[in-house]
């Protein structure tokens, strides 16, 4: 059976990577999510894509120049969804302490040695603080980021995040020892998605939106796919996240 991921919470239905979407990913009875992570300036682990405040905030600056406590009193609705409450941009803890999601896939995009080891760090004693280390991945496509997850947090299962078709994504993901494959769905052909199975990994396809999409990859066999609509991959596929 080929799981569901809700990307970024429930990207296309409610302001993405906010509590609200991963409330609305749940109600779908998708328990499996995806998304992106940035240290605040005081090294908290704060839940947005960009590293830039400017396309879900409208305010200037980058994440990493703003504290914590500054940054979830900033509403993060810009370009989503039409949503009529304010959606403050969220600390993971919260999301850890007010979603029961039977899997996360925490994305850290490319940064520098010292603050990829901060952030795998910061990971590991918030996922252990919440007993959730065995319903982690960590994913990246950065070489930093999976350096530091192999040296300083072994325990945790990694992934590679393959977006392009120039490195050839099975040999990286074997010399990272990642157990997930998050594999863009244009690279994700039958061969391929074979060959990474047979070397025991997990193929979380992205980002899959189309009806006709969903139903090719999982007549293909993946293991999961990641989508903006968790609603509509339920109806589809005619079952919700959970491995059942």
Known sequence: MTLIYGHRGAKGEAPEN???SFQRCLEHGVRRCELDL?????GQLMVIHDPTLK??????????????????????????PGWKQPCP???????????????????????????????VLAIRKLAE?????????????????????????????????????????LKVARHHGCGLLALKWT?????????AQQQGLHV???TVNE??????????GVDSLITDFPGLAVETLGHGGCNI
């Open 18 to 20: 906010t509590l609200a």
């Open 129 to 169: 603080r919440h007993g959730l280390l065995e319903r982690v991945t960590v994913t990246s496509g950065s070489r930093e980021v999976l350096h530091a997850l192999k040296r300083l947090t072994p325990e945790i299962s990694r992934g590679l995040v393959a977006e392009y078709a120039w490195l050839d994504p």
């Open 187 to 195: 690279l994700c052909t039958p061969e391929r998605l074979a060959k």
């Open 38 to 42: 940035h240290l605040s300036s005081d």
């Open 55 to 80: 396309r879900t905030t409208g305010r200037r600056g980058k994440v990493l120049q703003h504290t914590a406590e500054e940054l979830a009193g900033y509403d993060a609705r810009l370009g989503g």
């Open 89 to 119: 941009i969220p600390r993971l803890s919260e999301l850890f302490e007010k979603c029961d999601f039977e899997h996360w896939q925490l994305e850290v995009k490319s940064a520098s040695r010292e603050r990829a080891a901060r952030t």
């Open 211 to 220: 009806p006709a999409l969903m139903r090719r990859l999982a007549d293909f």
């Open 204 to 206: 979380s396809v992205w």
